[in-house]
């Protein structure tokens, strides 16, 4: 790793460009108004900055990074598709060897009959070709007023108008309103924090039972696809759902015609301890959206993965070909590089090393639970988040307005970790490959930075 130095001034002229000439994406003015942060180097679980401060980083470069910084298999996988052919178009009738034998390799590792790869760059792409394609699957099989498509409230499925359209966050809707029709929300499932109020151990998943009305009262021939994420994101504090959930949701969308599409952008490839996170439910969808991982953060990729029984609609004769696609979709240089990062999880048991390593982190972590305003912990393998409330005994919130969550962030920036926090929820998403030794200094700076919460807000 090379550590590059800046003058003053040449930081001083970076700041002032990266502030003038680019809006940042999901930007905070306020936090850019102390000063934006520049990255120049990354090494293993560790970044750096312009001024050379090193980080721990608990998120993993926006929980992409599973084996860290500077692996050098990912560099030699790019150099040497590099050598063959940069680029050509997964497009018309072209293929290139690295396409064809990550979609080999796709098909052997996915769960169930997930055969078909359909490639695009991001998972909001992925997710709006999976819509697009049900759309079109239902089109051609003589059902073209399946349109609408049920999502749940507080997932995020993405940035683009469509993916927009079925993210379940007020905040990002309602500054693009209106946007697609024939989006129905459902529940989501956070049974700690149930918004119907009832208690999860006596429930008999009513939550199902509101599903299904809904679905017979919009009429079922109406409604193309259902999308959830299996575990909903770190932005929602990463509810696990109750044993039977799944089942139920895949169980309902049999009966009515309805395809079941997995949003794993977030949950794939050995977060939860297993390959993907459905499979820790059995539970396999028609579709399913990768990204993030599958190139472990070294270049963009996504898949919307299907079943040969789905994509057998679009080649069966000249004009039933699925109309989508994009130019980049397909990189050969992201192929070779998640072709590289299977290998890696491979020969190395990363899968296996993120369930035993989580169990760890777990157990770290629910030592905080010493704290009064630790809450829930929730989450699987190496995802989790920590919520924050003013008393766990009675699940009384903590006044927003406090903003302890970023206080505590800012803690742990201002001492060498990267943490993200969405209002009074943590998150720690390290990469897979964190050392025992990493989860020590990672949950010792949460430890710290909560004291240091709690007595600076009095909490004591
Ligand atoms: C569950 C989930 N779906 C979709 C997306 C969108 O992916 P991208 O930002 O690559 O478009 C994300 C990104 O955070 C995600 O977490």
Known sequence: MKLQKFTDTEKRQLKKIAMENVLVHWASNE??????KIFTA??????YDIHGNKYLDSFSSLITSIFGHGRDEMKQAIMEQMDKIAFFPNYHDSFTIPQIKLAEKLAEIMPGDLDVSFFVSSGSEANETALKMA????WANGEPHRYKVIARRYSYHGTTLGATSYTG????????????PGALFTHPVSCHDCELGLDPSNCNMTCLKMLEKMIVWENPETISAMIMDPIPGSNFGYPIPPDGYL????????????????????TGFGKTGKWFACENWDVTPDMMSVSKALTAGYLPLSVTMTTKKIASVFNKEPGSEFRSGGTYGGHPLSCAVALATIEIMEKEKVVEQAA???AYLKAELEKLYKYKIVGDIRGMGMIWAIELMADRETRTKLDPSLNVGTFIRDWCWDNGMILRNNGNSLVAAPALVMTREEVDIMVGKINESISAAMKHFHFD
Not at 31 to 36: I, N, Q, S, V, W
Not at 169 to 180: D, G, H, K, T, W
């Open 169 to 180: 966050f007020s905040a990002l809707r309602q500054c693009v309103e209106p946007l697609l």
């Open 31 to 36: 936090d850019l108004a102390k000063e934006p």
């Open 356 to 358: 035993e390593t989580g």
């Open 42 to 47: 990354g090494e293993g679980c560790y970044v």
């Open 135 to 138: 759309r079109q699957y239902h």
């Open 247 to 266: 089942q139920g949701v895949r169980d309902i969308c049999d009966k009515y015609g309805i395809l079941l599409i997995f949003d794993e952008v977030q």
